[in-house]
């Protein structure tokens, strides 16, 4: 007796869930249908407008057409995971009055908090919508409200975010750039699911920024992981970051990169790694400089070092270098700090040349002055070129000319 009246109680949600699944279903394919009807004009879009990589938002206001932008409305067959949950309609009716605002910072941050608590609770639903928002904030606003998704759902997003990608890559590119923001691990960690996505590193590249504030260990594996398929702009921001921390694992970490290279200069990555630590920490810099023996490193610092004091005054930065005028890298960095500041400092760079005593440093520097001053000024060149004695340096710079 018991028996019979439980039962028709447990069957009954069984029933009810059944009947719920049964109208989501034609709840969504209605939603669908409304969403591809509402886009079918901007889906398509013109030559050129993504030549960035990224879609490109109108700005235009008041001219009487529709802005454009990207859209998940062909997606809709594909996103039909988990469906509006009880407060997905009050959670719609939030968005929709934050659209009512005036425009502002006020309105964005509404907008954003709206759409990213409405696509946490029903993600296809809200993303039906989501060319209702501005055309100018549209691509901002998803992306952060995805970065949201994977934060909170994050099996609901990997289901939404392997859709997209194969839809659209510039979606990701943007999802992927607002996840690093609070969490770059997480975005190079979908990265290593979809490596297809990333075969030019431009996944990798919008994650990089995130990671390095966070973790620059970690942003330098990865990039180091990629060997050839690294960007040397990759390099460069991990580089600069590592010196500004660790001047040591960051020399260290470019002589790895340039082993596992075939197309990077081993100088130019030195000298990035040189560059930023003169420029913000120059006392450092030229102690690791003195306690450094590797010559190639020494050569770097000793140059980049002068060049950054050329930028205030060049007879500073020349005094500072004749410290080292009997290391044997001396004349490389000399004539490295000459060449840099020939063409915007002649005048400079032509006291200093007959001081030299080093006759093939002074002659190969007479004739780089020689040729950037003439295009510059040639009555100044001249009238300094005519000043010179007889010697090895006027027959330089003659012979410049």
Same mark, same amino acid.
């Given at each position: 007796?018991?028996?019979?009246?439980?039962?028709?109680?447990?069957?009954?949600?069984?029933?009810?869930?059944?009947?719920?699944?049964?109208?989501?279903?034609?709840?969504?394919?209605?939603?669908?249908?409304?969403?591809?009807?509402?886009?079918?004009?901007?889906?398509?879009?013109?030559?050129?407008?993504?030549?960035?990589?990224?879609?490109?938002?109108?700005?235009?206001?008041?001219?009487?057409?529709?802005?454009?932008?990207?859209?998940?409305?062909?997606?809709?067959?594909?996103?039909?995971?988990?469906?509006?949950?009880?407060?997905?309609?009050?959670?719609?009716?939030?968005?929709?009055?934050?659209?009512?605002?005036?425009?502002?910072?006020?309105?964005?941050?509404?907008?954003?908090?709206?759409?990213?608590?409405?696509?946490?609770?029903?993600?296809?639903?809200?993303?039906?919508?989501?060319?209702?928002?501005?055309?100018?904030?549209?691509?901002?606003?998803?992306?952060?409200?995805?970065?949201?998704?994977?934060?909170?759902?994050?099996?609901?997003?990997?289901?939404?975010?392997?859709?997209?990608?194969?839809?659209?890559?510039?979606?990701?590119?943007?999802?992927?750039?607002?996840?690093?923001?609070?969490?770059?691990?997480?975005?190079?960690?979908?990265?290593?699911?979809?490596?297809?996505?990333?075969? /030019?590193? !431009?996944?990798? =590249?919008?994650? $990089? &920024?995130? *990671?390095?504030?966070?973790?620059?260990?970690? @942003? %330098?594996? +990865?990039?180091?992981?990629?060997?050839?398929?690294?960007?040397?702009?990759?390099?460069?921001?991990?580089?600069?970051?590592?010196?500004?921390?660790?001047?040591?694992?960051?020399?260290?970490?470019?002589?790895?990169?340039?082993?596992?290279?075939?197309?990077?200069?081993?100088?130019?990555?030195?000298?990035?790694?040189?560059?930023?630590?003169?420029?913000?920490?120059?006392?450092?810099?030229?102690?690791?400089?003195?306690?450094?023996?590797?010559?190639?490193?020494?050569?770097?610092?000793?140059?980049?070092?002068?060049?950054?004091?050329?930028?205030?005054?060049?007879?500073?930065?020349?005094?500072?270098?004749?410290?080292?005028?009997?290391?044997?890298?001396?004349?490389?960095?000399?004539?490295?700090?000459?060449?840099?500041?020939?063409?915007? /400092?002649? !005048?400079?760079? =032509?006291?200093? $040349? &007959?001081? *030299?005593?080093?006759?093939?440093?002074?002659? @190969? %520097?007479? +004739?780089?002055?020689?040729?950037?001053?003439?295009?510059?000024?040639?009555?100044?060149?001249?009238?300094?070129?005519?000043?010179?004695?007889?010697?090895?340096?006027?027959?330089?710079?003659?012979?410049?000319?």
């Amino acid at each position: 007796m018991k028996l019979h009246i439980v039962l028709p109680f447990l069957l009954a949600p069984i029933a009810g869930v059944l009947i719920g699944v049964q109208i989501f279903e034609g709840t969504e394919d209605a939603a669908g249908m409304r969403g591809s009807e509402k886009n079918s004009s901007v889906q398509t879009q013109p030559a050129g407008q993504q030549a960035s990589g990224l879609p490109q938002a109108s700005t235009a206001s008041g001219s009487g057409q529709a802005p454009t932008g990207f859209a998940f409305a062909d997606l809709m067959s594909i996103m039909r995971k988990g469906g509006p949950g009880v407060s997905a309609p009050a959670l719609q009716t939030s968005f929709e009055a934050t659209l009512q605002q005036p425009p502002g910072e006020n309105k964005t941050r509404a907008m954003q908090s709206a759409f990213n608590a409405w696509v946490i609770e029903a993600p296809a639903e809200a993303l039906a919508h989501m060319d209702s928002i501005p055309a100018e904030e549209r691509q901002t606003i998803v992306a952060n409200a995805l970065a949201a998704l994977a934060q909170q759902r994050p099996e609901t997003f990997a289901s939404y975010s392997k859709a997209i990608g194969q839809e659209t890559g510039t979606v990701i590119a943007a999802t992927l750039g607002a996840m690093s923001e609070s969490n770059p691990a997480e975005a190079l960690a979908w990265i290593a699911q979809y490596p297809n996505l990333d075969a /030019k590193g !431009e996944l990798t =590249a919008v994650v $990089l &920024p995130g *990671l390095i504030r966070s973790n620059v260990a970690l @942003a %330098a594996q +990865t990039v180091a992981s990629m060997t050839d398929r690294a960007p040397v702009s990759l390099i460069q921001q991990v580089a600069v970051s590592y010196a500004q921390h660790d001047p040591a694992q960051a020399y260290q970490w470019v002589n790895q990169v340039i082993q596992e290279r075939s197309d990077a200069s081993p100088a130019q990555l030195l000298n990035h790694v040189s560059s930023s630590l003169a420029a913000s920490n120059p006392a450092e810099a030229a102690k690791y400089l003195n306690r450094t023996d590797d010559p190639a490193v020494r050569k770097s610092l000793m140059s980049e070092i002068a060049i950054r004091q050329g930028q205030e005054s060049l007879t500073t930065a020349w005094n500072w270098l004749s410290q080292y005028n009997s290391d044997p890298l001396y004349a490389e960095a000399a004539q490295d700090l000459l060449y840099r500041w020939s063409y915007t /400092k002649p !005048e400079e760079v =032509a006291r200093i $040349l &007959p001081t *030299l005593t080093n006759q093939e440093l002074q002659a @190969a %520097a007479g +004739t780089r002055l020689s040729l950037f001053w003439q295009q510059r000024d040639q009555a100044s060149y001249q009238a300094w070129l005519a000043s010179l004695p007889p010697g090895s340096l006027k027959e330089a710079a003659t012979l410049a000319q």
